[in-house]
């Protein structure tokens, strides 16, 4: 043990403190992980379009059945005061849209699927 002497708003006060090995603390246990946004099941072939995080739809830029490439802007996605583009994953045609602009989503949320 060490014994030290603090003042703190001009109050002294004495403390002391033990060393340690590293031998002798055990680890903290791992927290868990929460548990992952279920997706919904995409038809087959078909890709699913996740949000990445919680906000409010700002716009729809595609309707089911529209030809889309890999990098077209699905649509706008407002979280945290800015304005995020949700991109398509892949090449394939507009299977369903699951929002409509003004929703509000969380993370996870199936916002369109791609086949």
Do not use: F
């Not at 099941?41 to 990445?52: C, L």
Request: with cysteine.
């Amino acid at each position: 043990m060490k014994k030290y002497k603090v003042t703190v708003n001009g109050t002294a006060y004495e403390v002391e403190i033990e060393t340690i090995d590293a031998a002798d603390v055990k680890a903290a246990p791992a927290a868990a992980a929460a548990p992952a946004a279920p997706k919904a099941a995409a038809p087959a072939g078909g890709e699913t379009v996740n949000s990445p995080m919680p906000g409010n739809i700002l716009g729809v830029n595609v309707k089911v059945g529209d030809a889309v490439k890999k990098g077209d802007v699905l649509m706008i996605l407002e979280a945290m005061k800015m304005e995020n583009a949700i991109s398509s994953p892949c090449d394939g045609t507009v299977k369903a849209v699951e929002v409509a602009k003004g929703a509000a989503v969380e993370t996870g949320a199936v916002l369109c699927v791609i086949g």
